[in-house]
Every structure is written in C-alpha cells, then in structure tokens.
C-alpha cells in the first residue's frame, strides 16, 4: 500500500486549500478498517499531528486546527481529504498522509500560505 498525497499549493492568509491523499493498493475491507490521517512539519521544526479519522468516521484535531480544517473519508476510493479554511502563515509546512495500514508517513505535499 502506497499513501499518495496531493493538493499543496501556494495561497494567501485566509484562503483555503484541499489536500487528498489515496491509499493505492489498499483492499478495500482492509482501507475501512483503518485509520487515516494527516500530519504536518514546517522547516526547522518536528513533524506534528494535524488530525485523524476513524474507521467508524471519529475525527480528532490538533487544537491549532479546530474549526478551521475539516478531516473526511471515502472509503470506496480509498482516499482522505483535509479541507484547510482560514489558512495562517504559520500553517505553513509539508503535509503528510498517515495510516494505520502501513504505520508509516506517504510522500508529502507542500502548503505555502502567504500573507
């Protein structure tokens, strides 16, 4: 199973980026059982926990993202989003797919917030 992340990219404080992440190769009773998530590390700085989703669709968030982003799932396309709003410069970072399928980080996807 490779975790595939996209939807990095480059905007002003305030705007809103999409990012997605696939879980190829995943069977799909397997994809469903497990749980996904996102993390995140800035330059010069550890890789922390954005937000995470169950199999049964229990979300969790970092405070400093409460209320801005919004972690989801669809199961049949193996894949898990992160609505980013209100996007801040200290948002910053590489973003990384996380699951429990592989207990391991995908490839990253950039987010450069300016202001």
């Known amino acids: 199973v490779q975790l595939q992340a996209c939807g990095g990219g480059s905007v002003q404080v305030g705007g809103s980026l999409r990012l997605s992440c696939t879980a190829s190769g995943a069977i799909l009773s397997v994809f469903n059982s497990n749980t996904m998530g996102w993390y995140r590390q800035a330059p010069g700085k550890e890789r922390e926990f954005v937000a995470d989703?169950?199999?049964?669709?229990?979300?969790n968030y970092a405070d400093f993202v409460k209320g801005r982003f919004t972690i989801s799932r669809d199961n049949d396309k193996r894949r898990v989003y992160l609505q980013m709003n209100g996007l801040k410069p200290e948002d910053a970072a590489v973003y990384y797919c996380?699951?429990?399928?592989?207990?391991?980080w995908g490839q990253g996807t950039l987010v450069t917030v300016s202001s």
């Open positions: 996380w699951s429990t399928i592989t207990n391991s």
């Open positions: 989703i169950t199999d049964s669709g229990v979300t």
